[in-house]
Every structure is written in structure tokens, then in C-alpha cells.
């Protein structure tokens, strides 16, 4: 059963204790201060953050000990949806269960239809609406969140990740230029830009995945007003800024699926993108939508899973 909680900063602040674990010498080590608070499952909490009331969903995997600090994943929606509907869409709770780790889907909010959209920095929203004066910073916002969590779950903070759909992919994309100290790697599906400026001096691991028949965000650029260049554009940007062999690897894993990896970056980063031939504005391998949704975002594909790639790439790139 999913719970409404609300709760304010100073609930995840006040931590008068901190357990402990033994190793193998005997010695104690400190756990982080969310350790032996949380239980399985997921639960929507409401809290203060910033001065706005901000939604997120946190699912817990079967197998929390809460003396072992987990991976988290920040699993932001797209524009128009809400946490609950990225929650379903990509199935992610599935693989948190199954690898051990927290998923966290945030929710934004800038009213769009019957959802929300994020307020990424410098740039308009879908249809070239303003931001609006009064709308909350969410790179501030999700920063602060990851921070809070952490003083309730038990998470481990070399292990944070972000990923997202569509705009949600976007913001992703700001946070890895705005916050690379908290966010080891990222993961943008559908939306991978390369913020300007991006101050980050971390060279950033980057997985992304896109449809070549996305009518949303197109594979080739030229779309609306926040999506000018090409997605291999972004990549190529991406490789720039992590110091990566700007010769890319070129390969097809599978059918259908073209996969460009930047290497030799920086501090054992690397970029790649999964080009999803024919594959429209969705999460590869995620949930079956109905025909009057793909009618509008293109075909789906089951070639890969996104959750999976993702994952195998966030184990391997934790902050160091």
C-alpha cells in the first residue's frame, strides 16, 4: 500500500545516532544516517524542499537489509506525466528488487495537461512556453532531495544515479553539467542534451538511448524550441566535455540497434548512445502502451532494455 507522508526538512535533519556495522577485524564503521530507518516497498512522500511542496515516490527493494547502503536511482518523468506514471512506464521497481538498489521518482512542478513539467535552466518548455518567474529550481530541488533521502534511507553516496524520460532526460542532462559531485552517472532516454554553459570539471559517464523515429524529440535535431541539434550531437558534446577519443566505436549488439561509445575519457568515464532503429518517444524494453499512444509517439521496441544497460553501466561507474 502506498503511503502519503508529510514531512518537512527537519524530519530528515534531526538524526541524534548513527548505527554501526563490524568488518571482519572487528573494527566499527559509521553507516550512513537513513541505516535501520526504512522498510520495503514504495511510499509517496510529500515534504518542503526549497520553500515548495514537492512530491517524490521511493521504492525500497524486498531485500534491504538497512545495514548495507544501497545504489539510488533518481527516475524523473517526462513533461506532462507525473511520478506515479514514470514509476509504470518504465518498470523499474522490477530491477531495484532484483539488483538491490532505491528507486526515487521525483515529480516537478510546472502544470502541463494533466501532468508536470521540469524547469530546465536557460531553455523554454514543450510548445515554447516561458518558465514561469515564480517556478522552483529543480536542479536545486533534486540535489537537495538526493541529500534528504540519504539522512532516511539507507543509500550509499558514491552510488547516486539519475535518469529520465523526454524532458525528464533533459533535466538529467543539467544535472550531470550542474552537479556532477552527487550524481555519478547518467542515463537519459529521449532527451540527452549537454547544457551551456556546463561547469562541471568531472568527466561524467553518460549512457543514453533514442529512438530513430522519435517524432517527439527527433534522432536528426530540429525540433521545437528547447531540441536543435542531434542527438549524436549531444554525444559528440558529451565526449568533448569528458576528455573522451573523439573517434567514436561503432557497433549493433543486437538487431535493430546501433550502439556509438566514446572511450578513453577522463577518470575512466565514457559515453554511449543506443540508437533504437525505428523505435518512437518511449523507454526501450518499458511497459506496452496502447495504440493511441504509440499512434502519437511512434513505435515501440523490445530490442534492449533500458533498465538493464543502465544498471550494468551505473555498477560499473560509481563516484571515485
Not at 544501497?70 to 514514470?86: D, I, K, R, Y
Not at 512506464?89 to 512542478?109: C, E, H, R, S, V
Not at 529521449?190 to 570539471?201: E, F, I, K, N
Request: glycine share 10%.
Amino acid at each position: 500500500m502506498t503511503l502519503i507522508l508529510v514531512l518537512s526538512a527537519a524530519l530528515f535533519v534531526v538524526e541524534t545516532s548513527r548505527p554501526g556495522v563490524a568488518d571482519a577485524t572487528g573494527t566499527t564503521t559509521s553507516l550512513p544516517s537513513g541505516c535501520g530507518l526504512s522498510s520495503p516497498g514504495s511510499t509517496t512522500l510529500s515534504m518542503r524542499v526549497n520553500g515548495y511542496e514537492r512530491t517524490v515516490i521511493v521504492h525500497v527493494p524486498r531485500r534491504a537489509s538497512n545495514s548495507i547502503p544501497l545504489a539510488l536511482v533518481l527516475n524523473l518523468h517526462g513533461s506532462g506525466s507525473t511520478a506515479l506514471q514514470q514509476e509504470g512506464l518504465t518498470g523499474m521497481n522490477a530491477l531495484a528488487n532484483a539488483k538491490d538498489f532505491i528507486a526515487a521518482y521525483p515529480q516537478a512542478l510546472i502544470p502541463f495537461g494533466s501532468g508536470f513539467d521540469w524547469n530546465v535552466p536557460g531553455v523554454p518548455l514543450v510548445g515554447g512556453r516561458a518558465v514561469p518567474k515564480n517556478a522552483a529550481n529543480d536542479v536545486k530541488f533534486l540535489t537537495s532531495l538526493v541529500g534528504l533521502l540519504e539522512q532516511k534511507y539507507c543509500i550509499d553516496a558514491s552510488k547516486v544515479f539519475a535518469t529520465g524520460l523526454s524532458g525528464g532526460a533533459r533535466e538529467v542532462s543539467q544535472l550531470a553539467c550542474d552537479e556532477a559531485g552527487v550524481f555519478a552517472a547518467i542515463a537519459p532516454v529521449s532527451g540527452l542534451r549537454r547544457a551551456t554553459p556546463c561547469p562541471t570539471t568531472r568527466a561524467v559517464p553518460v549512457i543514453t538511448f533514442h529512438g530513430s523515429a522519435d517524432p517527439v524529440d527527433p534522432f536528426s535535431g530540429h525540433g521545437e524550441a528547447y531540441w536543435t541539434y542531434s542527438v549524436s550531437t549531444a554525444a559528440k558534446y558529451w565526449a568533448r566535455q569528458d576528455d573522451c577519443a573523439l573517434s567514436p566505436a561503432r557497433s549493433t549488439p543486437v538487431p535493430s540497434v546501433e550502439l556509438t561509445t566514446y572511450a578513453h575519457c577522463s577518470n575512466g568515464a565514457v559515453v554511449e548512445l543506443y540508437e533504437i532503429i525505428g523505435e518512437g518517444h518511449e523507454w526501450p524494453g518499458g511497459r506496452t502502451l496502447p495504440s493511441i499512444v504509440t499512434q502519437l509517439l511512434g513505435p515501440q521496441s523490445n530490442a534492449i532494455s533500458a533498465n538493464q544497460l543502465m544498471w550494468s553501466f551505473f555498477e560499473a561507474h560509481p563516484l571515485g
